[in-house]
């Protein structure tokens, strides 16, 4: 597993790591889903506590934001940019095809900086370009 | 031996790091350098050999190939089909006019030895040996204006933070470049992020800040692990923390990573979320020069003008403002990317037509079918047809054409293209991102989808055009930022310049 396992003191201890930071808020929830894979539902009362802030503050900041996951992610995460510039080479069909045949792992991106090679993909945090379904099986765990 | 393999994020994507992997196993003796790109990215994964008259370029370069490279002695320059000659006589890179992108593709990132070779920290010593006015009035007198797509003029920021008395000051670089078509600032990162951090101190030593936050967005996970060694090492060097470069000036830097929202682009919502907040839009004034991060007078700049800062002070105002037109001096970093042959970073003066970028340097579309569109600017900036290629791409000429220069993207599509279903998407790219302060953004792009979506099924399409239009004009003059406020820049433009799909379903070619 690539992530640990959630409990009150590891997230407690995360959360140490922060005391001096200013504004701390998003750092802590990225931080927290990084180490467990997405923000627990107890966390959202845990950060608040912490920083000295309303759970509404910390629901609110937790819920604005695409990265931020609050059920464990896929094993495998792929994204496909859908914006304008991969638009213009093909990207909302492969969107349906990698949709097709991955389903749940896909999610939509909105782009990768890399406009001049694509179709973009992003899977488990590695960049590709020219995309297709095949290159993207082969990336896949 | 010194051989380049590119490590910038554009150049893995189609397959940089097995190159390197496989020339590391197959060639004994080499030295291999992960610089970034040169930005000739249709040319990517481009190899350089260093040889007795200088890097030679072989490209695009796949592991297939290593062999057959192997065997033309490609480590000493030999003939083979890739082969592109002496990088710097490239005719593509050779006739662009670099000054930000000086660096980038050339040296090791992660090189400060390399960095100081190149030109590298000039600028900043001499800004340590100015005073804070003089270093403002050269910033001001070179017209540098703000790269993230306003076109503010940076030396006016910076003399309000300057004058804004306070114990506490920021520098907040905006890295959160999210327009679809805009890499610029990504591949400034990753092929020379000393340049940012360079420009990020002179900025801090004329207003006198003491901490530098750089807000980079989660999508380029590449940009932020070099920023972040390039960081580390300026600090070992001496160069950031509480004396920078031995003088009496104290600089803090560290990144700040999004989260996924575009609206956090704009500068006032980046502020809220660096603050651990929702990236809501604030309401101007007061103006982040006087009440920015955390209350305090912060400088905002895009990764380019900041970059740009170094070369200003190194060579001075007179040497920048002699490129460019009119109000819009000194060059421009153009990405040109979507639908295109030959794509990349074009960096010229400002002045060069959306034809010569396009089609000179573009070579056309990448499916050799027929271009029909462009979009200039990113996701808010307008569509335009061919009829308006001989528009000369300043930030004045492009306002005058019904379209903004905004971060330099150009992005490419053929006939393919439905210019009803990209005014859609911009509408429904709206309608995910707002921030949703204000309504005719957080309501009216909602409406716009469904406006055009009745306007493509041919249900009362005249009625629902004016409507469109009038539905444009409200988000316009009464969104709080330019989210909301030039969303229906793209909508517009598109209608405008390409009546014939909003035409409805039945007629539709």
């Known amino acids: 597993m690539k992530y640990s396992t959630w409990s009150q003191e590891a997230a407690l201890a995360v959360l140490a790591t922060l005391r001096e930071e200013k504004g701390a808020v998003l750092v802590a929830l990225q931080a927290l889903q ?3 894979g997405y923000v627990h539902k107890e966390d959202v009362t845990l950060v608040a506590n912490f920083f000295n802030k309303s759970r509404a503050d910390v629901h609110g900041v937790l819920t604005f934001y695409h990265d931020l996951l609050t059920e464990a992610p896929a094993d495998n995460q792929i994204s496909i940019c859908v914006a304008e510039a991969c638009q213009a080479v093909g990207s909302r069909q492969l969107e349906k095809d990698v949709k097709a045949k991955f389903g749940k792992e896909v999610h939509d991106g909105y782009c990768f900086g890399n406009c001049a090679l694509g179709p973009s993909a992003m899977v488990n945090g590695a960049i590709i370009g020219r995309a297709s379904v095949e290159k993207i099986a082969q990336v896949r765990i | 031996m010194k051989i380049y393999v590119p490590g910038d994020s554009a150049a893995i994507s189609v397959g940089a790091d097995d190159v390197a992997a496989a020339i590391a196993h197959k060639v004994s003796g080499a030295t291999i350098i992960r610089n ?32 057959s490279l192997i065997a033309a002695d490609f480590m000493h320059g030999g003939a083979h089909a890739l082969a592109l000659g002496e990088s710097e006589k490239i005719e593509w890179l050779a006739s662009q006019d670099r000054v930000t992108f000086k660096r980038v593709g050339i040296i090791d990132p992660l090189s400060l030895t390399d960095y100081e ?36 003029p ?62 980079l967005r989660s999508e380029y996970p590449y940009a932020i692990k070099t920023l972040q060694k390039a960081i580390d090492i300026a600090h070992a060097f001496g160069w950031l923390g509480s004396s920078v470069l031995g003088s009496k000036h104290a600089f803090e830097l560290k990144i700040r990573v999004g989260a996924g929202s575009y609206v ?20 101007k004034p007061p103006l982040p020069a006087l009440e920015g991060l955390f209350g305090q007078p912060t400088v905002i700049n895009n990764v380019l003008t900041l970059s740009t800062i170094p070369a200003v002070l190194a060579d001075g105002a007179p040497a920048y403002k002699a490129r460019g037109v009119a109000r819009s001096l000194g060059t421009q970093v153009f990405q040109l990317a979507g639908n295109i042959k030959r794509g990349g970073i074009v960096e010229k003066p400002f002045g060069i037509s959306i034809e010569e970028i396009v089609n000179g340097y573009g070579g056309g579309t990448l499916s050799g079918a027929p271009l029909r569109a462009v979009q200039v600017g990113g996701p808010l900036g307008a569509y335009f047809g061919r009829d308006k290629f001989e528009t000369s791409l300043d930030y004045e000429s492009m306002l005058a054409a019904g379209g903004m220069l905004g971060h ?18 911009a509408m429904a790219f709206c309608a995910l991102e707002s921030c949703g302060k204000c309504t005719p953004c957080r309501i009216g792009s909602t409406r716009g989808v469904e406006t055009i979506d009745l306007i493509i099924q041919g249900v009362k399409v005249d009625e629902n055009k004016k409507l469109l239009l009038d539905l444009c004009e409200v988000m316009t003059d009464g969104s709080l930022c330019a989210m909301g406020g030039l969303t229906p820049m793209p909508v517009k433009s598109a209608m405008i310049n390409f009546p014939e799909d909003f035409t409805g379903e039945v007629s539709r070619r």
Request: with cysteine.
């Open chain 1, 34 to 36: 990084k180490e467990f």
């Open chain 2, 36 to 67: 970034g790109s040169r930005g000739a990215l249709w040319l990517e994964p481009m190899v350089e050999v260093e040889t007795e008259k200088g890097r030679v370029a072989y490209g695009p370069v796949s592991v297939e190939d290593i062999d």
């Open chain 2, 117 to 152: 070779a190149h030109g590298g920290l000039v600028g900043l010593r001499r800004a340590i040996s100015l005073s804070s006015e003089a270093i403002i009035d050269e910033v001001k007198e070179s017209g540098v204006r703000g790269r993230g797509g306003a076109g503010f």
């Open chain 2, 154 to 215: 940076a030396g006016i920021k910076w003399k309000t933070v300057a004058d804004a008395v306070s114990d506490q000051k920021y520098i907040c670089c905006n890295a959160d470049e999210g327009d679809s078509g805009t890499f610029a600032d990504r591949m400034l990162i990753e092929g020379d992020p000393f340049t940012l951090i360079e420009g990020m101190t002179i900025a801090a030593i004329a207003v006198g800040a003491t901490e530098g936050i750089v807000y």
């Open chain 2, 264 to 283: 956090c682009g704009e500068e006032t919502a980046m502020l809220e979320s660096i603050e651990g907040k929702r990236g809501v839009v604030r309401a």
């Open chain 2, 408 to 425: 330099g993207g150009i992005v490419v599509f053929d006939e393919s293209v439905d210019l009803a279903q990209q005014a859609r998407f």
